[in-house]
């Protein structure tokens, strides 16, 4: 008798300890977890900007692999995009190395480089960066980092108070502007922007052969040679290899996103195929080269893998402290996952059970065609009857979609069922048309 209330007892315990295993991990969870985590904001750039070309790819890879949400956003340019991460308007953002500092931000990845283009007009006698002083130039939105790098550039040819700058256009309004003598223009050599202005062929680029001077002063500008024909082989644009300088774009975040949100991201980085539309991306080994300052904690897991085997020691020894905790999770969730599967499968197995019974009626109704033919001679009831049928299967295949049922024998009898009777209906019709002459006049 006590052994068995101690066994009773035993059971009851274990029970509860399930059961209240369970609701720890649930409350964990419902005070851990981030609600903006599911849908992503990413900021980018101007619409016709390559920003914003690649933000509107990434979107489209991250839903894919993941079936959660981004929303990408348009923006005036970094400094705009900063404001949006530090007053959490955005989770992500594109931004310009050396336009803002990163501080309150975590640094994700370095994308591709941006170049530096000196932009003017073809029939201006200006053929050095030199020659710009005194000429109207259009150098990017005060929040864009466009401009910073504008004025870094300028700035190393005591040009900077030289021009006259015009700001808050975008550099497209070349085109359409006369007075604009020529532009500034940071961004990646794919900016289909940049690449219309450039077909126009009203336009051409000015060398910067300052690049190692400026390499060795700005931690943020390297050196970088167009190559020629880059932008139009056939238009020979630039005609030869053109020296310029760049920096980075870069992909960053809000402090302290959700791990598995930046693992999913740079995984639609790299992962994803997103090299194959910009081929000017970086390989996932160059990346962390690229990076303007350290990168966040797991985006450097997600880089170098094997710094995880230092936290997984850690978890396993989380592990074996708790590993009674972590058994009755196992186990509860597990009961759970059971749960879930035999109601799925019940759930299944009823919604073929409702459609094997929708295609016994249909099967139904087209015996009763069959058999209603046997009396009909008419070729005008024949016809009704024949497109009779089809409307019945035509409904049966846009009906009946579940992957079970149209495996099963019935289906495929019914199908048959269906071609056998088009036939006959078809075979009846012509041999009463060529039997009557009149019918057969009648059709002609």
């Not at 006369?178 to 062929?201: K, S, Y």
């Not at 033919?373 to 009831?381: G, I």
């Not at 049922?405 to 075979?427: E, P, S, W, Y």
Request: contains cysteine.
């Amino acid at each position: 008798m006590k052994i068995q209330s101690k066994a009773t007892l035993l059971r009851s315990m274990w029970g509860w300890a399930l059961l209240l295993g369970l609701i720890a991990s649930m409350i964990i969870w419902l005070v851990s977890r981030d609600p903006g985590s599911r849908d992503l904001v990413l900021v980018t750039g101007h619409e016709g900007g390559l920003y914003h070309r690649f933000g509107e790819e990434l979107k489209a890879i991250y839903e894919r692999r993941t079936g959660k949400t981004m929303v990408v956003h348009a923006s005036p340019g970094s400094r705009a995009n900063q404001t949006a991460l530090r007053e959490e308007d955005a989770e992500i953002a594109i931004l310009q190395a050396g336009s803002i500092d990163l501080e309150g931000v975590d640094l994700f990845c370095a994308l591709y480089p941006e170049v530096v283009h000196l932009i003017v007009r073809r029939d201006l006698p200006v053929h050095r960066v030199e020659e710009l002083e005194g000429r109207r130039l259009l150098l990017g939105s005060l929040e864009s980092g466009m401009r910073r790098s504008a004025l870094e550039l300028l700035g190393q040819y005591q040009l900077s108070d030289r021009i006259l700058e015009v700001t808050n256009r975008y550099f497209s309004a070349l085109m359409s502007d006369p007075e604009l003598e020529g532009a500034v223009v940071t961004t990646g050599i794919l900016n289909p922007d940049l690449q219309e202005l450039l077909a126009t062929q009203d336009f051409r680029l000015l060398p910067v052969d300052l690049g190692g001077a400026i390499e060795a002063r700005n931690a943020c500008l390297a050196q970088y040679m167009l190559p020629k024909g880059v932008y139009g082989i056939r238009q020979n644009v630039p005609p030869e290899d053109l020296p310029t300088v760049a920096t980075t774009a870069l992909l960053v975040g809000r402090k302290n996103l959700p791990p598995r949100v930046v693992r999913d991201l740079l995984g639609a980085v790299y992962e994803g195929g997103l090299h194959y539309r910009f081929p000017t991306l970086f390989q996932k080994d160059e990346s962390s080269q690229y990076s303007p300052g350290p990168l966040s904690e797991e985006a450097e897991l997600f880089f170098h893998p094997a710094d995880r085997i230092g936290q997984m020691a850690n978890i396993m020894e989380s592990i074996a402290a708790f590993k009674e905790l972590a058994f009755a999770l196992f186990a509860g969730v597990y009961l759970l996952w059971g749960r879930f599967r035999r109601l799925e499968e019940r759930e299944k197995s009823r919604f073929v059970q409702e459609e094997k019974d929708q295609l016994d009626e249909l099967l139904t109704e087209t015996l009763e065609i069959e058999e209603a033919q046997l009396e009909v001679s008419d070729p005008v009831r024949l016809q009704a009857m024949m497109d009779e049928v089809t409307e019945i299967k035509l409904r049966a295949l846009r009906q009946l979609t579940h992957e079970d049922l149209r495996g099963d024998r019935v289906f495929q009898i019914f199908l048959t069922q269906c071609a056998n009777l088009m036939h006959k209906l078809q075979a009846k019709i012509h041999f009463q048309s060529t039997a009557d002459p009149d019918v057969a006049d009648s059709r002609d």
